[in-house]
């Protein structure tokens, strides 16, 4: 299978997902299976713009015996858009609902990609029952950039924006689509870039495609304010946590800068870290393999930490 102008073929996974919806929180979300549900769970949390299928390459190259659970997150996907917000705090509580459906008397494995290991990271500290290992793939707070929030300067962006709706880019084809994801990320093979351009695309009316999100998501606030903000829930994270950083990490990310990721590291109580060779900001899309591995022998681990009582 192969897309139109390019010659490279499709990713063919080796594990298809099931594909359900589930209504969480009042919006209709897209939610991604692989694995039997009796099986230790193992929840996959995307980044901001992205979608649950961006996790098919890491769970291409499991090796043991998971339930894998990968929502899309309200606003990207096959999830419902909403008028309202998308701060962080909104999506911590759409994964509280979420672990109530796919495992609500079981704590599961916790990973997250970018924005998505920061919700992880909060859900972690708000809700430590119901997490036994949390996994942060290049994700240590917002960037550097963001911090402290100008709350003022955003929610005057708010009003002014309100009656404005958001544009998002057309693409003539996926092939297109492609290409934008292989220019941000030359790292991506381009098997593997058709194959999340089909899983992240949308159909326009004019046979065009976008990007399957909400362009409004950009203006949404962040639900913390300082890196002191985040310290307070990172300090009652009792799960072990793995922080699995890219070794080409961006301009404005925590860990481009030595002293402020150690900053940052320092507010939690059990930390590994481990560097992964070769890898941009997607380093799941980059060396899924190594990804993959890292997870399950952090998950494997013996552990003795104390433990909240549910």
Known sequence: MTLAGDLAPVYQPRLQPQVRRLVLRGLSCQVRQWGAAEASVMVLLHGARDVSASFQFVVDALRGAWCVVAPDWRGHGGSD?????????????????????????????????????????????????????????????????????????????????????????????????????????????????????????????????????????????????????????????TAPVLAIRSADPRPNAPTSDPAEAARREAFFRDLTRITLAETGHNLHHDAPEAVAHAIEAFAAAPHDAPRLPR
């Open 81 to 237: 858009w909403t008028p309202g917000s998308y701060w962080q705090a909104e999506l911590m509580a759409d994964l509280d609902a979420l672990l109530d459906v796919v495992a609500p008397d079981r704590a599961v494995v916790l990973v997250g990609h970018s924005m998505g290991g920061n919700v992880a990271s909060l859900y972690a500290g708000m809700a430590p029952h119901r997490v036994t290992r949390l996994v942060m793939l290049d994700a240590l707070g917002d960037l550097l950039h963001r911090l402290p929030v100008k709350v003022d300067e955003i929610l005057r962006l708010v009003l002014q924006t309100r009656h404005t709706p958001a544009a998002g880019a057309g693409y003539a084809g996926l092939a297109d689509l492609a290409d934008r994801l292989r220019r941000h990320n030359p790292r991506l093979a381009a098997g593997r870039a058709h194959y999340l351009a089909g899983a992240m695309a949308r159909a326009l009316p004019d046979g065009r495609f976008a990007w399957a999100r909400d362009p409004n998501f950009r203006r949404s606030l962040p639900s913390l304010h300082t890196v002191e903000d985040w310290g307070v829930v990172w300090r009652a994270i």
